[in-house]
């Protein structure tokens, strides 16, 4: 079985932060998207992966390049913004007839994906389903009697509150789709449109509902929600420190996870802030953010709370005291 992460998508409701950086690239306490997904796929003893990205993204060559030499990752190029299944057509000549695993390079999930390869043995096509209160911004799976019987993308009515969240799992059959399935209206070629076709062809399909956290990283306020959970998920309370950072004058709350070659002095940072390699902070209280590398903060005026930092310039975050 082999892996594939898709992350071609262009980021456009994180701009200006996706202008400079991918958004498979943004870090999520403290590791990026890709990274995590890379180490999820590996996890689950899959070590041949494809990574699709647009024509754009040789940050993504290059981070790979960098930190993962020694893994068997190729780099696929989507030309067009076509849709999930468009960019699944130019993954063919990569899994062969090999059965593979599908991962979006904006999702982050905190589980297994060993439940959901289990569950596809003797079957076709296997998802990942998980209960939502806001399934209309979903694919959505209508199930009776432990079978799925429709797929919808985005449906303004949904029949179920059983949500895709974006891990799936194929065999090549999946690709007796390529001349069946037409552009939706949004002018994409929808995977759920695909999964009904194998459906209504007799492909047989399971699935596993999931009651682990996840979120798609596609806007600041779900970078930062996700970076949140993901403090409190791996770490509770603790707080890391990695080398060649130092601290003078600090006090820190956890959970907070503080990157390499860091100079922190005068500064309250905590509870659930994350940052990068090589920030400087000097005296700040901060507190609920992100942190990006090599970011520099000097004696701002009040508390940060809910704001992302880039290495040149701030964005503060909407929200409520309780978020």
Same mark, same amino acid.
Request: aromatic share 2%; with cysteine; glycine share 4%.
């Given at each position: 079985?082999?892996?594939?992460?898709?992350?071609?998508?262009?980021?456009?409701?994180?701009?200006?932060?996706?202008?400079?950086?991918?958004?498979?690239?943004?870090?999520?306490?403290?590791?990026?998207?890709?990274?995590?997904? $890379?180490?999820?796929?590996?996890e689950a003893g899959i070590n041949?992966? &494809?990574? /699709?990205? *647009?024509?754009s993204q040789s940050q993504i060559k290059k981070h790979l390049n960098r930190f993962h030499a020694h893994r068997n990752v190729s780099v696929i190029v989507q030309h067009e913004a076509l849709g999930i299944l468009h960019a699944l057509f130019q993954i063919r000549s990569f899994v062969g007839d090999d059965d593979f695993v599908v991962l979006l390079g904006d999702n982050v999930f905190n589980g297994s994906?060993?439940?959901?390869?289990?569950?596809?043995?003797?079957?076709?096509?296997?998802?990942? $389903?998980?209960?939502?209160?806001?399934?209309?911004?979903?694919?959505? &799976?209508? /199930?009776? *009697?432990?079978?799925?019987?429709?797929?919808?993308?985005?449906?303004?009515?949904?029949?179920?509150?059983?949500?895709i969240i974006g891990i799936y799992v194929f065999s090549p059959a999946i690709f007796l789709t390529e001349n069946v399935v037409s552009p939706s209206s949004r002018g994409e070629y929808e995977i759920t449109d695909a999964l009904q076709w194998l459906l209504d062809n007799g492909h047989s399909m399971s699935y596993t509902v999931t009651k682990e956290w996840f979120m798609d990283v596609g806007t600041p306020e779900r970078w930062l929600a996700s970076n949140l959970n993901m403090l409190k998920l791996e770490q509770g309370t603790r707080i890391i420190m990695n080398r060649g950072t130092i601290a003078d004058n600090c006090t820190l709350i956890g959970p907070v996870s503080i990157g390499k070659n860091c100079r922190l002095t005068n500064v309250t940072i905590g509870p659930f802030v994350s940052i990068g390699d090589g920030a400087e902070l000097d005296g700040c209280v901060i507190e609920k953010s992100v942190v990006c590398e090599n970011a520099w903060l000097t004696r701002p005026m009040g508390k940060i709370k809910r704001t992302i930092v880039t290495s040149d310039r701030m964005f503060a975050i909407p929200g409520t005291e309780d978020d």
């Open positions: 079985m082999k892996g594939i992460i898709l992350c071609a998508g262009k980021g456009t409701r994180l701009k200006p932060i996706t202008d400079s950086v991918p958004k498979t690239l943004l870090p999520v306490a403290n590791k990026t998207i890709l990274d995590r997904a $890379l180490d999820q796929l590996a041949e992966t &494809a990574v /699709v990205i *647009n024509p994906l060993s439940s959901l390869i289990q569950c596809f043995q003797g079957h076709r096509a296997s998802i990942f $389903l998980a209960m939502v209160n806001n399934p209309q911004e979903f694919g959505v &799976a209508e /199930v009776v *009697n432990d079978q799925i019987i429709s797929l919808e993308e985005k449906p303004a009515h949904p029949k179920s509150n059983l949500a």
